[in-house]
């Protein structure tokens, strides 16, 4: 141990033996003053203190909201549609739950102090009264279904059906770490199979590569999304139970193995738009894992890129398929395969997994 801990640990001990004292020395004191007298004393203290608790309690609060509101996420408008109905919701509740709070907290600190003990004053015996307890109950549970049936209504809103058109993308968790897909030009994201997962033979979301509308499938290192379009996320994880935290679109949903998920959403601003909202030339819009998912949680991190429709084209226009990375010799030969018509997007989560891959193992053959 250094000097400075075994100084810390002899002023605790210190400080020990003079609160110790002081409170002997003050027993002393009221033995002599008597007992009556210092009892009288004490309530009056007691009773002051709780005003003065009441008033600086109130003061901290205040305080402490106007030093860390700005840190917080309410201090940023929400980047989503959906988020702005999460917000709305989130302040009917503060303010229902607020005003309960301060009428609570100021009557009972004020009580201990207006009806302190007094030799003048006998407390009125007062057990039982069944109105008032109907009362006390039937209000809270109004106000919480009040709040509960906001709460149903702005939740089937978001998780109902995503609005035609809606881009969709996928991503996929695993310790530690997100992988973005993209459907390619036929807008159907190809077959998955677990057991067909082999990074080394770059195929880490597992495609079937005998499925052909895997062939035009995107996997880049970022999502990017359009502003102002609502995009569909189906969501997978590889190992363990992840979630897909978008806190600055008040949104998250778990990723489940073997289960995909789905959630929707609109991007309200773009991130170059975002950036000068927050003041903050680096801002990113983050994907945090919000499901403790093992020692790397902390380091599963993602970005999203919201951007204008002609900057996203240009982006997309750039990327190639992983089907060609994975199958250098293949991707020639069946070439042709991917100018086939394109299939419809069904828009349905398990759509790819129902979806009959067309065989295409025989011209990766040759
Ligand atoms: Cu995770």
């Known amino acids: 141990m250094t000097a400075s801990g075994y100084l810390i640990i002899a002023i605790l001990a210190l400080l020990f033996v003079v609160i110790f004292q002081i ?51 309410l201090g940023l408008p929400s980047a989503s549609e959906h988020g702005e109905k999460i917000d709305t ?26 009806y302190q003990a007094s030799e003048k004053r006998t407390a009125y015996y ?14 809270p549970a109004l106000a919480l279904t009040v709040l509960v049936g906001f709460g149903l209504y702005y939740w089937f809103k978001i998780t109902g059906e995503a609005p035609k058109g809606a881009m969709e993308v996928e991503i996929t968790g695993h310790q530690f770490g997100w992988e973005y897909r ?7 994201l190809g077959r998955v199979n677990y057991k067909l997962i082999d990074a ?16 035009d499938d995107l996997h880049p290192s970022e999502m990017h999304l359009v502003v102002k379009r609502p995009v569909r996320l189906v969501i997978r994880a590889q190992d363990v139970i992840h979630d897909v935290g978008l806190p600055h ?13 789905t959630m ?55 990327q190639k398929p992983q089907y060609v990375t994975a199958n250098p010799n293949g991707a020639a030969a069946a070439g042709s395969a991917s100018t086939q018509p394109a299939t419809e997007n069904t828009n349905k989560a398990d759509a790819n997994q129902k979806q009959e891959g067309k065989p295409v193992a025989q011209a990766l053959k040759k």
Not at 92 to 114: M, P
Not at 249 to 261: C, E, N, Y
Not at 289 to 318: F, L, N
């Open 89 to 114: 919701m989130l302040w009917i509740t503060l303010i229902i739950t607020g005003i309960v709070f301060f009428i609570t907290q100021i009557l009972l600190f004020w009580f201990a102090y207006r």
């Open 182 to 188: 993209y459907p390619g030009k036929d807008s159907v």
């Open 264 to 318: 929707w959403f609109t991007p309200q601003f773009t991130t170059a738009e975002m950036r000068e909202k927050t003041g903050n030339p680096n801002f990113v819009y983050e994907i945090s894992c919000d499901q403790m998912c093992g020692k790397g949680h902390y380091s599963m991190k993602g970005t999203i890129i919201v951007e204008t429709q002609a900057e996203y084209d240009k982006w997309i226009a750039g």
């Open 200 to 215: 080394a033979k770059s195929n880490p979301l597992g495609q079937d590569w005998t499925d052909v509308a895997n062939q």
């Open 249 to 261: 679109f008040r949104l998250k949903m778990d990723a489940v193995p073997g289960i995909p998920t």
């Open 126 to 139: 007062y057990p039982h009264n069944n109105f008032l307890e109907v009362i006390w109950t039937a209000v």
């Open 23 to 73: 409170a002997k020395a003050s027993e002393y004191v009221s033995v002599l003053k008597g007992e009556k007298k210092t009892f009288e004393q004490n309530n009056r203290i007691n009773a002051f203190l709780m005003v003065v608790f009441l008033v600086v309690g109130l003061a901290a609060a205040w305080w402490c909201n106007d030093l860390l509101y700005k840190k917080t996420l």
